[in-house]
């Protein structure tokens, strides 16, 4: 596609589920980033993709959270054991290499009840 | 102290005034800035991107950057009621994952 694309656009589950999240970035983007934007906060950082490079974990909130992503393609961030405080869009960007401006996809927008 | 300070107050301005947003930062390691748009329930859109110093300019659109005072501001020339969204200004370091440190946002009502 012509631009970042994130699934499911909105998700209502329970406290205590598990979730995951996907994204598809733009074709031949290297970077991937993961943010999430709560109500009233700015956007911030969770995890980021280069390539077939380790990924920096460094802004997970918790263990409870993990992402994947296959060589350059889709990613998922999976959210284990759901708490009230995850409700927040997520969002996922991507650029041509790590040091180039970064594009967002829509977001997930995540409730949990 | 946050690594970057903008003033979340919204902001209303009349059809065809220039609006002006700015923010602060607290980290020297930034090279990049960039001002993003976003409308409601959609991701952010990149709207100008700056290295290191300087202004950059297109259309309606002026993005300034000032290293020394660690200060940076984007202006609207001509503002539209399409223009009515919040703006968001993010910045990064020239290395290691280059993750975007984000303002809180501006919202910006052009009032026709």
């Known amino acids: 596609g012509a631009g970042v694309s994130q699934s499911p656009s909105n998700k209502v589950t329970e406290k205590g589920k598990d979730v995951e999240l996907r994204c598809d970035p733009i074709?031949?983007?290297?970077?991937l980033y993961w943010y999430r934007q709560r109500l009233g906060q700015g956007l911030e950082f969770l995890i980021y993709?280069?390539?077939?490079?380790?990924?920096?974990k460094s802004g997970l909130p918790s263990d409870r959270f993990s992402a994947e992503r296959t060589g350059e393609s889709v990613s998922t961030l999976t959210i284990q054991r759901t708490q009230q405080e995850d409700s927040a869009v997520y969002l996922c960007?991507?650029?041509?290499?790590?040091?180039?401006?970064?594009?967002f996809g829509d977001g997930t927008r995540l409730s949990i009840l | 102290q946050k690594e970057v300070e903008q003033d979340p107050g919204p902001l209303s301005v009349p059809e065809g005034a220039i609006v002006s947003l700015n923010c602060t930062y607290s980290?020297?390691?930034?090279?990049?800035f960039m001002w993003y748009r976003q409308y409601s329930r959609k991701g952010p859109e990149l709207l100008m991107y700056t290295y290191s110093s300087g202004n950059k300019e297109d259309g309606r659109f002026t993005a300034q950057v000032d290293k020394s005072s660690k200060y940076i501001s984007l202006f609207i020339r001509d503002s539209q009621p399409s223009d009515s969204a919040t703006y968001l200004c993010?910045?990064?370091?020239?290395?290691?994952?280059?993750?975007?440190?984000f303002g809180k946002g501006n919202q910006v009502v052009v009032i026709p």
């Open positions: 980290n020297s390691a930034f090279q990049y």
């Open positions: 993010a910045m990064s370091a020239a290395s290691g994952n280059n993750r975007l440190a």
């Open positions: 074709s031949g983007h290297t970077a």
């Open positions: 960007a991507s650029s041509r290499q790590s040091n180039q401006p970064q594009h």
């Open positions: 993709f280069q390539g077939n490079s380790a990924p920096d």
